[in-house]
Structure formats: C-alpha cells, structure tokens
C-alpha cells in the first residue's frame, strides 16, 4: 500500500519553471544567518518589474527546494558563509568554484539539509543549471535577533551589486 495518495492527473510543472532563479537562504531569527534572505528582499525590491526574474526565500533549506532549481536556466544564491574573512566580506563563487566551494565547506548548519544536497540532487536529475553563483556574505553573529549585524547590514547593497553584475552578464 503506497503511504500517500496518488493523482491520476500529472502534477504541473510550477509557474516559475524556466529562468533566471535567485534564492536567498538563511533564518531570519538568527542574526546574520538571515543575510541571504535580507539581501534577496531588497534586490527583489531593486529589480521590481524586470522579467524572467523569479525570487524565492529560501528559508533554512529543505529538499523541497531541489524543485525549484531544477531546469533552471540560471540560479543564484545568497547566503551566509563561513569563509574565514573579515565580517561582512562579500564573495561570489560562480559555477564550478561554487560546486567546489559547496564541496570543501560542507559542515554542521542550522539548515535542514545543506545547499550542497540540493545542488546535488539537480545535478542526479541532470538538470543542475549551467548558469550558477553563490553570493557568500561572512557573518559576525548568528545568535537570537531579527537583524544582521552592523558589518553584515553594511554588506547587504554590495551583495544586491554583485547579483545585478551576474544578472546583467548572463543577459547580455
């Protein structure tokens, strides 16, 4: 007996499929762990009215986000990361440095499942999106609080620049 109800009707694809995906990950609870989400929120708001441009807060992950990368044209993600820099250093890792950025700093996380495993799981399905970034921004604090600290609120706009560069590179 199969757990789960089963539809006979096929289960359409969602309606932001195809595209340009940018996903801000992190808990907004945690101080500067929310930096991706915050950073999503205000390029969403700078980027109000382009098309082709889907934004998705990611929350603290989950599988259920490997669908939401699949055959995806372009995927960019911001989040906090662990990259021995000063608080608030901002880096990209594009494409394969992302992939081995992912690999070599897979750790403990607040994340149900890390980015890595959803990456994997598009790369499984072979539908791991040829175009691909990470936006990493060095946390301070990731403690009790509802904003990000002073050094990674300052790196929030540089963080929104360097996605509009990526955006504007892979349209052009």
Same mark, same amino acid.
């Given at each position: 007996?199969?757990?789960?109800?089963?539809?006979?009707? *096929?289960? /359409? *694809? *969602?309606?932001? &499929?195809?595209?340009?995906? +940018?996903?801000?990950?992190?808990?907004?609870?945690?101080?500067?762990?929310?930096?991706?989400?915050?950073?999503?929120?205000?390029?969403?708001?700078?980027?109000?009215?382009? $098309? %082709?441009?889907?934004? +998705?807060?990611?929350? =603290?992950?989950?599988? =259920?986000?490997?669908?939401?990368?699949?055959?995806?044209?372009?995927?960019?993600?911001?989040? &906090?990361?662990?990259?021995?820099?000063? *608080? %608030? =250093?901002? @880096?990209?890792?594009?494409?394969?440095?992302?992939? @081995?950025?992912?690999?070599?700093?897979?750790?403990?996380?607040?994340?149900?499942?890390?980015?890595?495993?959803?990456? &994997?799981? #598009? @790369?499984? %399905?072979?539908?791991?999106? #040829?175009?691909?970034?990470?936006?990493?921004?060095? /946390?301070?604090?990731?403690?009790?609080?509802?904003?990000?600290?002073?050094? +990674?609120? $300052?790196?929030?706009?540089?963080?929104?620049?360097? @996605?509009?560069?990526?955006?504007?590179?892979?349209?052009?």
């Amino acid at each position: 007996m199969i757990p789960f109800p089963v539809s006979a009707d *096929p289960v /359409p *694809p *969602p309606a932001y &499929a195809g595209g340009l995906l +940018v996903m801000g990950i992190g808990n907004l609870l945690l101080g500067d762990e929310g930096a991706g989400v915050h950073a999503m929120r205000l390029l969403e708001r700078d980027c109000a009215g382009v $098309k %082709g441009i889907d934004f +998705v807060d990611g929350g =603290t992950l989950g599988l =259920t986000l490997a669908g939401l990368v699949d055959s995806r044209a372009a995927l960019i993600v911001i989040d &906090a990361a662990r990259m021995d820099a000063p *608080p %608030g =250093t901002c @880096a990209v890792f594009e494409g394969e440095a992302m992939d @081995a950025f992912l690999g070599a700093s897979r750790r403990r996380s607040v994340h149900e499942v890390g980015l890595l495993d959803v990456m &994997a799981l #598009a @790369a499984l %399905g072979g539908r791991l999106p #040829a175009r691909r970034a990470l936006i990493g921004i060095e /946390p301070q604090v990731i403690d009790w609080s509802a904003e990000p600290s002073e050094p +990674v609120a $300052k790196a929030l706009p540089a963080a929104c620049r360097e @996605a509009r560069a990526l955006i504007a590179r892979w349209r052009s």
